[in-house]
């Protein structure tokens, strides 16, 4: 196996975890997937095809980060959710990794952003109501850019197989 094998290999796997991270909010997302496209670019040996490549995949990669925080952020001013809640969530999703297999990151920041949001809301059907848009927020924001992370996983392993046919 040469190195530019062992490149393209390491840069599918990091590629696939980014794609996961766009999910699996623990793992490293889009951010990973460009570093991984631009290590298949300097590193890959496909030269300027590698460059067109990491071109196009950074322009998914960055409208996926993009679209993510302007969806989940706009939806989430306009409930009037502030960002306090939202972090507990994260925080409480965090705690719930390690008390609930699999599940817990999902069931903590759900929990964590109810509790924040009857903390401030004190009316349990109003911090039901938020919490739910904001839950949506987030899963709207994170559906876009996992799409957004396929189709620069995409880009890639067309430029891979445009590479090999070369």
């Excluded at 631009?38 to 990491?54: E, H, R, T």
């Excluded at 994260?90 to 903390?119: K, N, T």
């Excluded at 109501?129 to 850019?145: F, I």
Aim: one cysteine or more; proline letters at 2%.
């Amino acid at each position: 196996m040469n190195s530019e094998t062992v490149v393209s290999i390491l840069c599918g796997v990091a590629i696939l975890v980014g794609v996961a991270g766009t999910i699996i909010p623990v793992l490293p997302g889009s951010f990973l997937i460009g570093l991984s496209l631009l290590a298949w670019a300097i590193w890959g040996g496909a030269g300027a095809l590698g460059w067109v490549i990491f071109a196009v995949g950074m322009v998914f990669v960055v409208a996926g980060m993009s679209a993510s925080a302007v969806l989940t952020g706009r939806k989430l001013k306009q409930h009037g959710i502030p960002n306090r809640s939202v972090v507990v969530g994260l925080i409480a999703g965090v705690i719930g990794m390690f008390i609930i297999p699999v599940v817990g990151l999902f069931v903590g920041f759900a929990a964590g952003l109810l509790l924040s949001e009857l903390r401030r809301t004190r009316q349990i059907r109003t911090a039901t109501t938020t919490s739910w848009a904001a839950l949506k927020a987030t899963g709207l924001g994170m559906l876009a850019e996992f799409g957004l992370a396929c189709l620069a996983a995409s880009t890639w392993v067309i430029g891979l197989w445009i590479a090999a046919a070369t």
